[in-house]
């Protein structure tokens, strides 16, 4: 049984940093592209960043660009998210998602394991 377990969200303040994990079991995701979402009160659950099969190759929503870093241990079947200088639009529900093998997308619907997400608040 596949399941993933999301880690690391909490309350901070603006301009603040979080390390968010995501833990895999019940399967090897070496193959696989790795995604992180997110979904804002009120609002839907949207593409944050997702890393290739191999950790090569990332994608970043144009918000998130310059201050996310996501990366991935396969020894550990675990994949990362690095927040930094975060800022109050960033609160949300974070999840991880396992996508398709040797493919990478940034569509949810690509997407066919999810965790069951970590909160992020950003407030002052």
């Known amino acids: 049984q596949v399941q993933l377990v999301e880690s690391g969200g909490g309350l901070v303040q603006p301009g603040d940093s979080l390390r968010l994990s995501c833990a895999a079991s019940?399967?090897?995701?070496?193959?696989?592209?790795m995604g992180w979402f997110r979904r804002a009160p009120g609002k839907e659950r949207e593409f944050v960043a997702a890393i290739s099969w191999s950790g090569r190759s990332t994608d970043y929503a144009d918000s998130v660009k310059g201050r996310f870093t996501i990366s991935r241990d396969d020894a550990k079947n675990t994949v990362y998210l690095q927040m930094n200088d975060l800022k109050f639009e960033d609160t949300a529900v974070y999840y991880c998602?396992?996508?398709?093998?040797?493919?990478?997308?940034?569509?949810?619907?690509?997407?066919?394991?999810w965790g069951q997400g970590t909160h992020v608040t950003v407030s002052s």
């Open positions: 998602a396992v996508g398709p093998r040797f493919i990478a997308t940034m569509q949810i619907s690509d997407y066919d394991y």
């Open positions: 019940g399967a090897a995701f070496n193959d696989y592209t």
